[in-house]
């Protein structure tokens, strides 16, 4: 979680002038474009667990929205419980080929992530694919290819999986979505797993998400694979 000074600033910043941040940025998450709009900053953190805590991690997350169609992120995650500070950075570009299609309904974006893994001193999986978003109503939607889930995995051999996800805006200001993925090599058909995450987030003040998460494996020892997240965003002109 951010407890930077920093941070604290920013929160106030957003705090006070949450009509203009409800202006560049909407409140509803399933209403939000898939990028982030030109010139908006995002700085982030999560932290993450597994069932009985031995393994405890720190994901710090920069983004920007270069143009109205074209974003960057940078995640980096590292261990906790060693006090390891090497980790994994990625750098996810997005670029909107699609945005209000089929009515306003149907945003697609091309994604591609890669990074290095300081602590193995190895590069990480190439990751490339569609981030989708179909719009079902103003309160459900349908997603797939999120940063960090991209369909096509080069590690060096190509792995295809295909991310579903169900979004529900079920109040102004809270948005739930459960996600899973299919995988298989060649058929995109669930053999041995069964992952599942549910990520429940508020929209506390415009310019601040705060969310949580739990996943599992349905198919694998569902307790043992029990995986738990808390963050934080800022939006920022």
């Given at each position: 979680m951010l407890t930077t000074r920093s941070s604290i600033v920013l929160f106030l910043l957003a705090a006070a002038s949450p009509a203009h941040a409800d202006e560049i940025y909407a409140r509803a998450v399933i209403a939000r474009p898939l990028t982030l709009p030109s010139r908006i900053a995002m700085l982030g953190a999560d932290a993450t667990g597994n069932h009985d805590l031995s393994a405890l991690g720190g994901a710090p997350i920069i983004g920007y929205g270069i143009t109205d169609k074209l974003e960057v992120q940078v995640?980096?995650?590292?261990?906790?419980?060693?006090?390891?500070?090497?980790?994994?950075?990625?750098?996810?570009v997005g670029y909107a080929l699609l945005r209000g299609?089929?009515?306003?309904?149907?945003?697609?974006?091309?994604?591609?992530?890669a990074g290095y893994d300081m602590l193995a001193e190895d590069a990480r999986p190439v990751l490339v694919g569609l981030h989708a978003q179909y719009?079902?109503?103003?309160?459900?939607a349908l997603i797939s290819g999120a940063p960090?889930?991209?369909?096509v995995q080069i590690s060096p051999a190509v792995v295809f999986s295909l991310p579903l996800g169900i979004g529900v805006q079920a109040s102004d200001t809270i948005y739930l979505q459960?996600?899973?993925k299919l995988v298989s090599d060649t058929t995109l058909i669930v053999r041995d797993a069964v992952p599942a995450t549910l990520t429940v987030l508020c929209n506390v003040v415009p310019a601040l998400d705060v969310q949580?998460?739990?996943?599992?494996?349905?198919m694998n020892a569902p307790g043992d694979n029990l995986a738990f997240l808390v963050g934080a965003r800022f939006y920022l002109l």
């Open positions: 995640p980096y995650a590292f261990a906790t419980r060693d006090f390891e500070a090497r980790g994994a950075l990625d750098v996810d299609a089929l009515g306003g309904k149907l945003e697609v974006i091309a994604r591609a992530r719009n079902v109503t103003d309160r459900l960090g889930t991209e369909q459960l996600d899973t949580a998460a739990l996943g599992t494996d349905f």
